[in-house]
């Protein structure tokens, strides 16, 4: 998703510095724009680092550490439940020896059962961690929005890339067009 927005921003970026390069189709000079509208002005860019932002958000930190608690409780309960299914399959390869062929069959569908509830309870418990991340972290990543939002326009910029953002987008960066410092120091002043 983030690439995606990415891709989406550089596209627009690009697309305003194209429409106010010169053309060779309509001479030296020459804009693509049409009419005697002047350019439109260069794209102002300022880019953050949305983990330091968030790592220091007020609220980021009881956030975090309530759900690690909930993400160790959840992998517990699938430990326990993953246990339970191996001791049961060993006393089935113990048990299988004497048992006729239709207490192995029922068996073996017995222990097919559990582990469908098993990868069930543990489908249940991935999406309520989702669930959970989303009601966690939500509130403090739509504070940041606003607080980035806030200061785009602002200070008129076009574009706020985000250096942390996946997939090696950003080559290289002008440390001056660093906004990360001013978005933390607003957000601390909204607590």
């Known amino acids: 998703m983030q690439?995606?927005?990415?891709?989406?921003?550089a596209a627009v970026a690009a697309v305003t510095v194209l429409a106010t390069a010169p053309s060779p189709?309509?001479?030296?000079?020459?804009?693509?724009?049409a009419g005697s509208a002047p350019p439109p002005a260069a794209a102002k860019i300022?880019?953050?680092?949305?983990q330091e932002i968030l790592r220091n958000?007020?609220?980021?930190?009881?956030?975090?550490?309530?759900?690690r608690k909930e993400l160790q409780a959840s992998q517990t309960e699938v430990q326990k439940l993953q246990q339970q299914l191996d001791s049961a399959v060993q006393a089935f390869d113990q048990q299988s020896i004497a048992l006729s062929p239709a207490a192995r069959q029922t068996k073996q569908k017995d222990l097919q059962a559990m582990q469908q509830r098993i990868e069930q309870r543990g489908?249940?418990?991935?999406?309520?961690?989702?669930?959970r991340?989303?009601?966690?972290?939500?509130?403090?990543?739509?504070?940041?929005n606003s607080v980035l939002q806030g200061i785009r326009a602002e200070m008129n910029y076009s574009l706020i890339l985000d250096a942390d953002a996946g997939g090696g987008?950003?080559?290289a960066l002008d440390p001056a067009l660093n906004i990360t410092s001013r978005?933390?120091?607003?957000?601390?002043?909204a607590q």
Request: net charge positive.
């Open 3 to 9: 690439r995606l927005v990415l891709v989406s921003l």
């Open 25 to 33: 189709l309509l001479g030296q000079g020459a804009t693509s724009t």
């Open 46 to 50: 300022a880019f953050i680092s949305s």
């Open 57 to 67: 958000t007020p609220g980021y930190a009881v956030a975090e550490s309530t759900y």
């Open 123 to 131: 489908n249940e418990l991935q999406e309520r961690l989702q669930q």
């Open 133 to 144: 991340e989303q009601e966690l972290l939500g509130p403090l990543r739509a504070r940041i």
């Open 169 to 171: 987008f950003i080559a």
């Open 183 to 189: 978005v933390l120091q607003r957000l601390s002043r």
